[in-house]
């Protein structure tokens, strides 16, 4: 198991779909490549995509991170509304500046190779970057995309990652539990002392709230898009703007502050509360699918799950207060770090029960504690939505995140809250399954999957649905 400190804005990043591991991280790794050359100096570049990148990378747009990352692009700032006309203009132009600065002879459609028969040893999630300089020399860098946004250079060391002291040392789930009976503190509580290591608590503060108006934008601009269709090839039709209109029954609005009102108006009754947690973990995965604006949480295919329960907790549950959504966030951060230490967030390891049952997990946790729940039954909560998340494997129809990614943030939506109930139910003494226990089975299960059902679109509905996309 790792030992690394893992903070809040670690789990949580804000980026731009569709995928954390194919766009995200790729981004970041351009990024990080071009601070470790002359730039002024640089003829050439080539860029090598390897294993799950190469064969869903089309797909998952690491083509497009990889140009924007070069390009001197920020995900988090990035005007994602002239994504279409950059790439294009990059393309026709055959050049690009380097980090923004210096402008190079670079033609995607050669420099940026796919070798879908290759895969590197360490993770299935690799790319090489080959930089050649005006004297002749080149200088070549191989980073892993590991899941949720993070990256990890090759031969890099860890320790800077131990080498953090913090006031709680948390490696799984019994030392977080025994660690919160002896202070008498709340997991939230917890996470926020160790928050302190890396900056004031006011800027934590602000940080996760800027956290939660990224995801409620998502969500709002979800619900009112007019745009029909996913791009990529699938035709896929967006609903959630289509059901927001039907639930809101022409309730008019013009603001988030309106259509948050006017959701309040609405029927509350069981049936209309499943429809708005489907809408919104459906308008945060369309959007994610249209390049737009997203939080990992903790990952771009998972998005919407966390999104929609604490949305529902704000709406429906009394979680309207700033403190609330603090509480919330601070609390499934440390449940999706413990997934990160003893087993994997990335679904090129371990299938979808890395994003969409990590997420029920970190949101099933969280909803509990903010209900009132003690630190034994937001570990329940999160082992019982894991427990029922086991097995699922990624196999998106055209290395796309659409089909069955998008549908199944609404599932991990749903489980996570009836998981949260079940554990605000039952005596956490009487658990026969551990987190630890189902983190461990998790982990377990990933490394028997085959790899057919991890992000390769070789297998299951990937093969099972007839397309016709190129490339994909």
């Known amino acids: 198991m790792q030992k690394e400190a893992i903070s809040v804005f670690d789990i949580f990043k804000i980026g731009v779909g569709p995928s954390s591991s194919h766009t995200?991280?790729?981004?970041?790794?351009?990024?990080?490549?071009?601070?470790?050359?002359?730039?002024?100096?640089?003829?050439?570049?080539?860029?090598?995509?390897?294993?799950?990148?190469?064969?869903?990378?089309?797909?998952?747009?690491?083509?497009?991170?990889?140009?924007?990352?070069?390009?001197?692009?920020?995900?988090?700032?990035?005007?994602?509304?002239?994504?279409?006309?950059?790439?294009?203009?990059?393309?026709t132009e055959r050049k690009i500046k380097l980090a923004g600065k210096a402008e190079i002879v670079f033609d995607a459609e050669v420099d940026i190779v796919f070798l879908k028969k290759e895969s590197l040893p360490f993770h299935p999630n690799a790319l090489k970057f080959i930089a050649t300089f005006k004297d002749g020399s080149v200088k070549e860098e191989t980073y892993y995309s590991?899941?949720?946004?993070?990256?990890?250079?090759?031969?890099?060391?860890?320790s800077k990652a131990q080498s953090v002291s913090l006031k709680y040392d948390v490696h799984d789930a019994d030392e977080l539990l025994q660690n919160c009976m002896r202070a008498g503190l709340s997991v939230s509580q917890l996470v926020m002392e160790n928050e302190k290591i890396w900056r004031s608590e006011d800027d934590t503060r602000q940080g996760i709230l800027n956290l939660k108006n990224v995801m409620f934008d998502c969500i709002y601009r979800g619900c009112y898009s007019e745009e029909r269709t996913l791009p990529g090839g699938l035709n896929v039709a967006r609903r959630a703007a289509k059901m927001n209109k039907l639930l809101l029954k022409n309730i008019p609005y013009h603001s988030f502050d309106e259509w948050i009102a006017a959701i309040k108006n609405t029927d509350r009754s069981f049936t209309n509360t499943m429809n708005w947690i489907s809408c919104f973990a459906l308008a945060v995965n369309e959007e994610n699918a249209s390049f737009g604006r997203v939080v990992t949480a903790p990952t771009?295919?998972?998005?919407?799950?966390?999104?929609?329960?604490?949305?529902?907790?704000?709406?429906?549950?009394?979680?309207?207060?700033?403190?609330?959504?603090?509480?919330?966030?601070?609390?499934?951060?440390?449940?999706?770090?413990?997934?990160?230490?003893?087993?994997?967030?990335?679904?090129?390891?371990?299938?979808?029960?890395?994003?969409?049952?990590?997420?029920?997990?970190?949101?099933?946790?969280?909803?509990?504690?903010?209900?009132?729940?003690?630190?034994?039954?937001?570990?329940?909560?999160?082992?019982?939505?894991?427990?029922?998340?086991?097995?699922?494997?990624?196999?998106?129809?055209g290395g796309l995140v659409q089909i069955p990614c998008i549908e199944r943030n609404t599932m991990g939506a749903i489980k996570a809250i009836t998981a949260s109930q079940l554990a605000l139910q039952s005596d956490s003494d009487l658990m026969k399954v551990s987190l630890d226990t189902v983190i461990k089975t998790m982990w377990d299960t990933a490394k028997d999957m085959n790899s057919k059902y991890k992000e390769t679109a070789d297998g299951g509905l990937a093969t099972n649905i007839p397309i016709n996309l190129p490339e994909c």
């Not at 083509?63 to 995900?75: H, K, Q, S, T, W």
């Not at 899941?147 to 860890?158: D, H, Q, T």
């Open 24 to 91: 995200l991280g790729p981004w970041r790794a351009a990024e990080r490549f071009l601070k470790e050359i002359n730039l002024a100096d640089v003829v050439s570049i080539e860029v090598k995509l390897y294993g799950s990148l190469a064969k869903t990378g089309k797909g998952h747009g690491t083509d497009i991170a990889v140009i924007l990352g070069l390009n001197g692009e920020d995900p988090v700032t990035f005007d994602t509304t002239i994504l279409t006309q950059t790439i294009d203009a990059i393309k």
């Open 146 to 158: 590991i899941g949720g946004g993070f990256v990890a250079k090759e031969g890099e060391s860890s």
């Open 300 to 397: 771009n295919g998972a998005a919407g799950v966390i999104p929609a329960v604490l949305l529902y907790y704000h709406l429906f549950a009394s979680g309207t207060e700033d403190e609330n959504i603090i509480q919330f966030i601070l609390t499934a951060a440390e449940l999706g770090s413990l997934f990160k230490k003893g087993s994997t967030i990335s679904a090129a390891m371990g299938g979808c029960q890395a994003e969409i049952g990590v997420s029920s997990a970190m949101a099933a946790g969280a909803l509990t504690e903010c209900l009132g729940g003690n630190p034994a039954q937001v570990m329940q909560a999160a082992e019982i939505a894991m427990e029922h998340h086991l097995g699922m494997t990624c196999d998106p129809i």
